[in-house]
């Protein structure tokens, strides 16, 4: 079957936006503009975007909420009362279905047919599925092992969006959702259907399961573990949230932030380790000699921790433990050039939920003999070090510094080894 057959298959108010995205994507080629140029991955931020707003720097859970107006599409982050915690906007993409993996928040894309994983700090996507033998997607689920689209058929990918098959599924679905037994789909014809997807490829509608969504209006699916999730679609006003069972009774519902919603899911703030707390050690100190540094963090559900330290200097690290909720851990660090470093720790559980960095400790390290501390050795230090003992000039910055023969005093017998250092071979600063 040709794609031009295919089209026919595809409803009206999805052949529009099909041709609509085909339009946006003629015109970016006539600019000579990539999509890439087009769809910046960082975010414009909100007037009141928080500088730290992954669910793991909050003492509660988070909705996730998507909307779209125009060209424009945001990604709110929302408290449990519906008030605003931080939204993205994004020009030129149109999100749609929301699904969570691991507590990470991952969103289909209805101008292309990508998936993208979403940084709850930053807004910055990071691109997952890239599938150009579709159109668009609508709708995402993931049944823990695989995500599962629809575009004509069924399409399902693993976690790193290698594409592993296509099943024959006849359906115009505007959400995807699984509850750990079933695949759910939230359709055109305002029906939440209920199928089994265990002998991939054969789909089988399990009918009498199927039920109405609280509203015509209803777009997105998402499967919170107990209760459905999802957000009303309409201009000009706002919608609703709506949390609801197997049944379609609304178990709890909010009022949107924006019209045209699409989606909403919660990310749980209780299944990340608490924010270290800030590294304590000492705030200066030589180059080549190891210091000790330590954090301590918590995990809501009692969970063993690990810690890993950023030491500033790009020298990487690794994780480090694992240690009891509430223990302390303790890490050594040299560094081998001078300069202000900022020290800082993160955590994870043993489920790999990690946590937002601490806030930084400053480091300031030298190097005996860079006296005029520029992080390198060589004849300004001598002047620099002139200048101090013979003509009222600035101090080595630290004092310790000057002292490169390290025997407790600056002299001109720190001159004659610094000398003899840079011009005779000699022994370098200890």
Request: net charge negative; charged share 20%; aromatic share 16%.
């Amino acid at each position: 079957m040709t794609r031009a057959c295919l089209f026919k298959r595809i409803p009206m108010k999805k052949r529009t936006e099909a041709v609509l995205f085909c339009f946006v994507l003629f015109v970016s080629l006539l600019w000579g503009t990539s999509r890439a140029d087009l769809h910046p991955l960082e975010p414009s931020r909100s007037a009141e975007g928080h500088a730290n707003t992954a669910a793991g720097s909050y003492p509660e859970d988070v909705i996730v909420y998507t909307a779209h107006q125009e060209w424009l599409s945001r990604i709110y982050l929302l408290r449990m009362d519906g008030t605003i915690v931080d939204y993205f906007e994004y020009s030129f993409y149109y999100f749609a279905d929301l699904e969570v993996v691991n507590n990470q928040v991952y969103a289909a894309e209805a101008f292309a047919p990508r998936v993208y994983r979403v940084d709850l700090q930053t807004g910055s996507l990071d691109l997952v599925i890239d599938d150009w033998s579709l159109y668009y997607f609508y709708d995402l689920a993931f049944d823990g092992t695989y995500f599962y689209l629809t575009e004509w058929d069924l399409n399902r990918y693993d976690i790193n969006g290698n594409k592993d098959g296509t099943a024959s599924f006849d359906q115009s679905v505007h959400g995807g959702a699984w509850d750990g037994s079933y695949y759910w789909t939230l359709t055109d014809e305002n029906q939440i259907k209920c199928w089994n997807i265990s002998t991939w490829p054969t789909v089988t509608e399990v009918s009498e399961n199927n039920f109405s969504p609280p509203t015509s209006s209803c777009r997105g699916l998402w499967f919170d573990g107990e209760y459905f999730w999802t957000a009303e679609s309409k201009d000009g006003i706002l919608g609703q949230i709506y949390q609801f069972n197997h049944r379609g009774t609304v178990i709890n519902q909010l009022i949107e932030p924006a019209f045209m919603g699409w989606s909403a899911c919660l990310v749980k703030a209780s299944d990340y380790p608490r924010i270290p707390q800030t590294p304590s050690g000492p705030a200066g100190g030589e180059t080549q000699v190891l210091y000790e540094f330590s954090s301590t963090t918590t995990d809501p559900e009692e969970d063993s921790v690990f810690f890993w330290f950023d030491w500033g200097d790009e020298t990487g690290g690794d994780w480090l433990g694992p240690y009891v909720s509430g223990d302390t851990c303790r890490a050594s660090h040299a560094w081998t050039n001078s300069g202000d470093f900022l020290v800082r720790a993160k955590a994870k559980d043993v489920n790999d939920y990690q946590s937002e960095w601490s806030d930084e400790l400053t480091v300031s390290v030298y190097a005996r003999g860079d006296c005029n501390r520029d992080g390198i050795i060589e004849i300004g230090d001598v002047l620099h070090l002139v200048n101090y003992l013979y003509k009222s000039g600035p101090a080595p910055n630290p004092m310790e510094a000057g002292d490169v023969n390290r025997d407790g005093r600056i002299d001109l017998g720190d001159v004659v080894y610094l000398l003899n250092y840079l011009f005779r071979n000699g022994p370098p600063p200890h």
